[in-house]
T-cell receptor, first 114, second 112 residues
């Protein structure tokens, strides 16, 4: 099994619908992140969480919300999806205790809003 | 502010060396990273360098860091078709609560 699992892998939804993307990890890491990837723009941070009670906005949090249900689970919601939220979404985890803070990424969720 | 910049595309001939360049703005960077993203996959950590080093070598990969110019490069020797991917430069910055800031990614294509 993958260390960081994202579901679904692909999703097409209509404008105005609520959608949830889920992420679970088996790394035992405290820190979890949601990024979106757009061509030519790299990865932009949406939200991050350093533990279950610590949730922080990233650079592009408008239109998104998150829930850290447990150390291993971090979900991202689009309350009312719009077409410019069409993107590839990545969940990542990191361990502050490791010297390099390197991230472990999930395989991504490709979301299309029509 | 924090910014990481890299060119979007690079094309090299199979067997040649590839050099991917990156510049960053935050002088308080602690670690600098290179991630590789293959088609349909997430990002994988390729290598990293601590900010007090100027070079790191790992098999075909050489990372060079020029702190004065805030310039990072990744050299891939003897480039193979399996090296085709998007390569992301990234930095971790204490001033941003230890988040990692990513560049836009360089798509490396290999021609025969």
């Amino acid at each position: 099994d993958a260390d960081v699992t994202q579901t679904p892998r692909n999703r097409i939804t209509k404008t105005g619908k609520r959608i949830m993307l889920e992420c679970s990890q088996t790394k035992g890491h405290d820190r979890m992140y949601w990024y979106r990837q757009d061509p030519g723009l790299g990865l932009r941070l949406i939200y991050y969480s350093f533990d279950v009670k610590d949730i922080n906005k990233g650079e592009i949090s408008d239109g998104y919300s998150v829930s850290r249900q447990a150390q291993a689970k971090f979900s991202l919601s689009l309350e009312s999806a719009i077409p410019n939220q069409t993107a590839l979404y990545f969940c990542a985890t990191s361990d502050y205790g490791t010297p390099d803070y390197g991230y472990t990424f999930g395989s991504g969720t490709r979301l299309t809003v029509v | 502010g924090e910014d990481v910049e890299q060119s979007l595309f690079l094309s090299v001939r199979e067997g040649d060396s590839s050099v991917i360049n990156c510049t960053y703005t935050d002088s308080s960077s602690t670690y600098l990273y290179w991630y590789k993203q293959e088609p349909g996959a997430g990002l994988q950590l390729l290598t990293y360098i601590f900010s007090n080093m100027d070079m790191k070598q790992d098999q075909r990969l050489t990372v060079l860091l020029n702190k004065k110019d805030k310039h990072l490069s990744l050299r891939i020797a003897d480039t193979q078709t399996g090296d085709s991917a998007i390569y992301f430069c990234a930095e971790s910055v204490y001033s941003s609560a230890s988040k990692i800031i990513f560049g836009s990614g360089t798509r490396l294509s290999i021609r025969p």
